[in-house]
């Protein structure tokens, strides 16, 4: 059975630091989607990972892959208040049946 | 841009009654997706449908079903409402499996409370 865990599932953290969210899964897959959620609004696709060393960057976000560590990370770059959200990462386990983490809730204090 | 809109944005129910909630996009996707979302667990896969008329048991199906007469449109029912039923549920679509780089597209979500 797939398992998808994320790390940290809080995190509060000053404008203009840096930070890494971490996607850790149980089992093969080469296909991996990261989500944005603000609070009360539906889900927002941010990057799609297709292959293992994949990465993807939009703005201060950046997203990889690495299929052999079964490892995804977002990394935060120099921090600002918009990105405050609740982002998720999901596996597909065949035929787009995603498995989703628990979710990440990052805070960014001015 | 794609648009998956749901019918009910809060939705309050009674213990056993039926419910339905509903689901359209208007993209022409081929999959469509129920998933509840309940803090500290993410999302959870209820049911999927590749076509009209198909469905397929998601991870936690128990005391759903759902219903795909049209290509735009999916039904999730709760056959017989319980407390434990209580939550958000949500509605995503994406075209064909052979498509992995298209991410599913997301309704807006109904949170429903059965009392």
């Known amino acids: 059975e797939l398992k998808v865990e994320q790390n940290p599932l809080f995190l509060s953290m000053q404008e203009g630091k840096n930070y890494t969210i971490y996607c850790n899964y149980s089992t093969t897959s080469d296909r991996l989607y990261w989500y944005r959620q603000d609070p009360g609004k539906s889900l927002e696709s941010l990057f799609v990972?297709?292959?293992?060393?994949a990465v993807k960057q939009e703005g201060r976000l950046m997203a990889s892959l690495d299929t052999k560590a079964r490892l995804s990370t977002l990394h935060i770059t120099a921090a600002v208040h918009d990105l405050s959200a609740t982002y998720f990462c999901a596996v597909d386990k065949g035929a787009q049946k995603l498995v989703f983490g628990q979710g990440t809730r990052l805070t960014i204090n001015p | 841009d794609v648009k998956v809109t749901q019918s009910s944005r809060y939705l309050v129910k009674r213990t056993g009654e039926k419910v339905f909630l509903e689901c359209v996009q208007d993209m022409d996707h081929e999959n469509m997706f129920w998933y509840r979302q309940d803090p500290g667990l993410g999302l959870r896969l209820i049911y999927f449908?590749?076509?009209?008329?198909?469905?397929e048991k998601g991870d936690i199906p128990e005391g759903y079903s759902v219903s795909r007469e049209k290509k735009e449109r999916f039904s999730l029912i709760l056959e017989s409402a319980s407390t434990n039923q209580t939550s958000m549920y949500l509605c995503?679509?994406?075209?064909?499996?052979?498509?992995?780089?298209?991410?599913?597209?997301f309704g807006d979500g109904t949170r429903l409370s059965i009392l």
């Open positions: 990972l297709l292959s293992n060393g």
């Open positions: 449908s590749y076509d009209v008329k198909m469905k």
């Open positions: 995503a679509s994406s075209f064909r499996i052979g498509q992995p780089n298209q991410p599913q597209h």
